[in-house]
């Protein structure tokens, strides 16, 4: 793919115009803008505590986060599967069309009804666009709710014997970059995943041979774990979506890979081993 050097019909915005990246400051929006400005492409945060305030709970930063710049990354905190999503996502990119924008990347997850509705708004709306529909986070366990586990020497939660393509978030960045920056991605759905099927017990133990420590797994049936995690103050509206996560999506629907990266980057997805190996190099789950 080549570098965009022209722009649309619709807007005349070049490519040195900011790109919103939301949760620019998370797991997926911090590589995005780090490969963005690899790249010499000027970044602009959205996040609450960014310049220019973005809130996705807050539909009227939307407008001025969006002013002036060329793309958008989005990724909707917490989650495209809790109710509103879809329609904040119709609201920000009918703003979006509005302020020139000429390209949207919606990160998305694989097998929620929910995020698949977003993803046909965002398909929909009048500018290039491209989905980036996510299978779970390696990252998960070195930068998300997993990592305390990890740390403890032991991850327990209510998965058992399905197994999850797990995907690097570098993985998922570098396809929003090239989306956002070249031709030839409007329109299209990438479903990224990880190359291999692990068990959340397989890849604790990847981790445990990355780090050269011991980490247990172990299942737990999901009454306990969520009488568990409300012992530990989490949320009622969070549990509610963990609790959908690990039923409904970890239901064996999503127990296959797909080759989204391999279509997007012309490269196979890395494998977990090579997130355990690098993520344990980086320190994130040194005993400090
Ligand atoms: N985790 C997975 O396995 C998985 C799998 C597939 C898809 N996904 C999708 O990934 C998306 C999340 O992406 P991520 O993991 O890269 O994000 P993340 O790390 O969870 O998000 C943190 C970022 O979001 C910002 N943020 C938090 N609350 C916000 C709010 N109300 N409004 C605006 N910004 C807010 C934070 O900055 P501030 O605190 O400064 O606001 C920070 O920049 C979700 O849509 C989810 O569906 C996740």
């Known amino acids: 793919?080549?570098?965009?050097?022209?722009?649309?019909?619709?807007?005349?915005?070049?490519?040195?115009?900011?790109?919103?990246?939301?949760?620019?400051?998370?797991k997926t929006g911090r590589r995005v803008a780090a490969g963005l400005a690899a790249r010499g492409l000027p970044v602009r945060i959205g996040s609450r505590s960014a310049e220019v305030p973005f809130d996705w709970d807050d539909p009227t930063t939307w407008r001025a986060a969006l002013r002036g710049t060329r793309a958008a990354y989005l990724a909707f905190v917490p989650d495209l599967a809790v109710e509103g999503s879809t329609d904040a996502i119709r609201a920000l990119s009918a703003i979006a069309f509005e302020e020139g924008v000429q390209r949207l990347v919606l990160l998305s997850g694989r097998g929620e009804p929910a995020a698949q509705r977003s993803e046909e708004v965002v398909l929909g709306s009048g500018i290039p666009a491209t989905v980036v529909r996510a299978s779970w986070f390696a990252q998960n366990f070195s930068e998300g709710y997993l990592l305390d586990g990890v740390l403890s020497g032991v991850v327990a939660l209510p998965a058992d014997a399905v197994r999850e393509p797990f995907v690097d978030v570098d993985d998922l960045a570098e396809l929003a970059v090239a989306a956002l920056t070249e031709d030839g991605h409007a329109g299209r759905v990438y479903e990224a995943t990880g190359p291999e099927l692990l068990t959340f017990a397989d890849a604790v133990a990847e981790i445990a041979a990355a780090t050269g420590r011991e980490i247990a797994y172990q299942p737990l049936p999901m009454s306990v774990w969520t009488a568990e995690m409300a012992r530990h103050g989490v949320p009622d509206d969070v549990l509610d979506l963990l609790r959908f996560l690990f039923t409904e999506v970890?239901?064996?629907?999503?127990?296959?890979?797909?080759?989204?990266?391999?279509?997007g980057l012309g490269r196979p997805a890395r494998p977990f081993r090579w997130f355990a190996r690098r993520a344990a190099a980086a320190g994130a789950w040194s005993a400090s």
């Open 1 to 26: 793919m080549t570098a965009e050097t022209t722009t649309t019909s619709r807007s005349t915005l070049p490519i040195t115009a900011p790109t919103l990246v939301t949760g620019g400051t998370g």
């Open 250 to 263: 970890l239901d064996g629907r999503n127990e296959s890979t797909a080759d989204g990266v391999a279509q």
